[in-house]
């Protein structure tokens, strides 16, 4: 007789009686649903960050053909983002794959609007972008090839949001000149909302204007690119060919171009950058915490289950059939899953918009994570999963045992299995502890790490003057010194000095480098990061001054340019040598003078803590001349008046010049390490809610165990057992289970950790101490849990356990 399926009527009567039984049961059905609640929810929040960054494409017209081309060296496998006009041109020009490629640069400007006076970010981009990107303004046009020319006068792009801010919406603004760093521009659009190139922060696009002797130099890298591929050019073939342009380039100019060709790769591969590896990370972690909640809900589901052998028995002896009693119990893990998951789905919305706001400063598209379609059918997938799988295994087994082999197996069969999904609990969590602590050991070496100069009782102020104000070089410089020397008056100030870019801010700028008398291979180069300062900014930041001397007020614009290098740049052009009193010369133009080396400093780590000190050259700016520049000023540490007294000077020197924020030294390295901040809390907090929820599936298999064992229990006892052996028996079955999870968890720890070596700084992904904390919080944890059970089990009376039944 071949099988039915059930009725919808028996199905429909199945869900009503599973929901009676679930309200009669208030205390196990609020657990299971806030469980569940907290595991869908904390899994749904985290896929909607992966769905906006790793799997959504970029928020622009038919994206899969925009790409992005970057410099590569396939000598060391580095990449560099930035390229050279003249490569862009070639690029341009030879490709037959590129349908366009745009190119641009960030830069900052100062809005005079009526009184006040603000610095905004900026992009300076090719007339062809918005063609690139297929794109149109909001209101008035896009800019075109004559913006571009050099005498042409500015133009210049608002965001929506700039446009309502500033202007108050007004249409009216297309057309007129707005003020920028005391120069007219001429505003002719404004970009709809949903525009964010290249993110959220920039406020206004400028055309960039690239001349005759930008497409001479070479190897000056200042552009970043985004392009569009030919109809039904794949990303592969694109690269292909670009690469073999790349090759005719160097064998064309192998004095700049050797050892250097190019990466393609998609615009949304680009927008996930370094995010990649710690978001699928942070995935495996979430998804752990939800095998978790899910392995509890199948343990208290098979304890319930058990529970009911007798109930089961009756009803099979009036006539039930084993899939009718797999139905029933079927039915009550779907209503479990079903309310959980609407629980999840509010955690969801509610976790979405709190995560939103903390992934502003780590992902470029942090602004298009959203509770939408897709995320919603994960979570109606997880949901449905965890009911069906995790409902469905433990109904098998309680009704093959209850039904077949009688209570007494029941019991050994319901512990065995309990036990199992505890221990596969324990082995996720330990495998989540041990990924936090290695992200706190590598963040706490990091914050240990020495910079190369003294970080304590250091502000940092960034200021732009107006470089229209000034006529000369030396006018520049006077400024700068004369700020500096009325910051030096401020009681409590012990330095002061000033930068261009300041380290571990983010802003680097780099050069090549000629030293005299030494001939350069074919192929052969040398670069550096190239800061522009002047005198006493060394002595501010704590940075030895090794051999020579600082800067001076009479290293002028008439006198011969000097420099002062690392350590790193001096070993690297003069090995074994003295390099002060020698001569280099800064940049790509051989007509350019010499520069004189007048002293050597300290290694310093500019670009990050994890990465070596590179050589780097500075300049002062009595010579050069330098837009924006960072204020450094050490004070001591009672001085509490010292930064309203310094935004009060830097008011004074210029009404054009914004005040800007405070920000102590410890501030900038703090921010230099929030990727690794942020990976470390969001794994230690994953792993805080798998090691409780393992704690609590040991408290609940132990406490199951005891509550079956009475009766063991009450013949131990009357056989002359003390109640301390009853006490050792049930903390033992605790760190059995824990022991049995972690053995398991040091092989699944060696998976995540492999996704982790990337991201660790001077910790082995297999660190013993690390292995043997996890090991220990988990072992602790598990006492803990046996506490009550324990303490259940030793008070148990012989004469009452041996009536048990």
């Known amino acids: ?209 690239i001349s005759p002797r930008d497409l001479a130099r070479r190897n000056v890298y200042w552009m970043r690119t985004i392009g569009r591929l030919r109809p039904g050019i794949s990303v592969e ?68 289950a058990s529970a009911r052998s007798a109930e089961f028995a009756v ?91 009688g209570s007494a197996r029941t019991t050994k069969g319901g512990s065995t299995a309990r036990g199992f999904l505890v221990a596969a609990e324990v082995a996720m969590a330990f495998a989540l502890l041990v990924g936090a602590g290695l992200m706190t050991q590598s963040l706490w070496k990091l914050y240990h790490v020495d910079p190369g100069f003294t970080t304590g009782h250091l502000l940092t102020y960034q200021i732009m003057p107006r470089l229209s104000d000034f006529q000369t070089r030396a006018q520049v410089g006077s400024f700068y010194e004369d700020l500096l020397s009325r910051i030096r008056l401020v009681p409590g100030v012990k330095a002061a000095g ?67 290098i690392n350590r790193a740049l001096a070993n690297l052009c003069w090995p074994g040598q003295d390099a002060v009193g020698r001569r280099m010369r800064l940049g790509p133009n051989p007509n350019d003078p010499w520069s004189t080396v007048v002293g050597v400093i300290g290694d310093v780590r500019h670009d990050a803590l994890a990465l070596p000190p590179r050589p780097e050259a500075y300049e002062n700016y009595f010579q050069h001349v330098w837009g924006l520049t960072t204020i450094v000023v050490r004070h001591s540490p009672e001085a509490a008046a010292v930064p309203s007294a310094i935004s009060a000077l830097i008011k004074q020197a210029g009404k054009h010049i914004p005040t800007p924020p405070s920000l102590s030294m410890d501030d900038v390295i703090a921010s230099s390490l929030r990727d690794q901040r942020f990976l470390m809390w969001m794994l230690a907090g994953f792993a805080a809610c798998a090691i409780l929820l393992a704690a609590i599936g040991i408290y609940g298999v132990m406490a199951y165990a005891v509550t079956q064992r009475t009766r063991e229990i009450g013949i131990r006892l009357a056989l002359g057992a003390a109640r301390r052996d009853v006490t050792r028996l049930v903390f033992a079955g605790g760190i059995r289970l824990a022991a049995a999870g972690v053995v398991a968890g040091s092989l699944l720890a060696l998976v995540l950790v492999r996704f982790l070596r990337t991201m660790l700084f001077q910790v082995k992904p297999g660190d013993p101490a690390t292995l043997a904390c996890a090991a220990a919080i988990l072992a602790a944890f598990a006492l803990v849990a046996c506490i009550v059970p324990a303490v259940r089990a030793a008070r148990v009376e012989a004469s009452v356990a041996l009536r048990h039944e």
């Open 315 to 405: 009803r099979a002896a009036l006539g039930a059939a084993r899939p009718q009693l797999l139905r029933q119990l079927l039915a009550e893990g779907v209503l479990l899953a079903a309310l959980g998951g609407a629980g999840g789905m509010l955690v969801a919305v509610w976790g979405v918009d709190a995560l939103r706001l903390v992934a502003m400063s780590q992902f470029s598209r942090a602004s298009e994570i959203h509770v939408n379609a897709p995320v919603l059918c994960f979570g109606l997938a997880a949901s449905l999963l965890c009911g069906i799988v995790f409902g469905l295994a433990p109904a098998f087994a309680a009704t093959r045992d209850a039904l077949s082999r």
């Open 237 to 304: 073939a694109a690269r292909a060919e670009l690469v073999a342009v790349a090759g005719q380039v160097a064998r064309e100019s192998p004095d700049t171009n050797t050892g250097q060709s190019v990466a393609v790769i998609s615009l949304q591969q680009y927008l996930a950058g370094n995010s990649r590896a710690a978001l699928l990370v942070l995935g495996a972690a979430v998804a752990f915490v939800l095998l978790i909640v899910c392995a509890n809900l199948a343990s208290l589901l098979l304890a319930r």
């Open 498 to 564: 000033a930068v261009g870019n300041l380290p571990l801010s983010g802003g680097r700028s780099g050069t090549s480098i000629a030293v005299e008398n030494r001939p350069m291979e074919p192929g052969e180069s040398i670069s550096a990061n190239y800061q522009l300062t002047g005198p006493g900014y060394f002595a501010a930041m704590g940075i030895p001054i090794v051999a020579g001397r600082d800067f001076s007020t009479g290293d002028s614009q008439n006198s011969q340019d000097v420099v002062i």
């Open 1 to 209: 007789m071949e099988a039915q399926l059930p009725r919808p009527s028996h199905m429909w009567r199945d869900f009503q009686f599973g929901w009676r039984l679930l309200r009669r049961s208030p205390g196990f059905t609020a657990v299971a649903v806030l469980t569940l609640a907290l595991g869908i929810g904390a899994n749904t929040t985290m896929f909607s960050v992966l769905d906006a960054i790793l799997f959504q494409p970029p928020a622009y017209p038919n994206p899969g053909g925009l790409v992005v081309l970057q410099r590569y060296y396939p000598r060391n496998q580095k990449i560099e983002e930035q390229i050279s006009a003249p490569d862009w041109k070639d690029f341009t020009e030879r490709s037959r794959s590129l349908e366009s490629l745009a190119v641009y640069t960030a830069d900052t400007v100062t809005l005079t609007h009526g009184d006040e006076v603000e610095r905004l970010p900026v992009t300076a981009v090719s007339a062809n972008l918005l063609a690139v990107l297929q794109v149109s303004p909001l209101l008035g046009r896009g800019f075109q090839s004559d913006d571009t020319r050099p005498n042409a006068p500015v133009t210049a792009l608002l965001s929506e949001s700039l446009w309502r801010s500033h202007f108050g919406g007004d249409p009216s603004i297309i057309g007129q000149s707005l003020a920028f760093a005391g120069l007219p521009v001429r505003v002719i659009g404004v970009m709809p909302a949903s525009f964010a190139f290249p993110d959220r922060a920039n406020t206004m696009w400028l055309p960039l204007r």
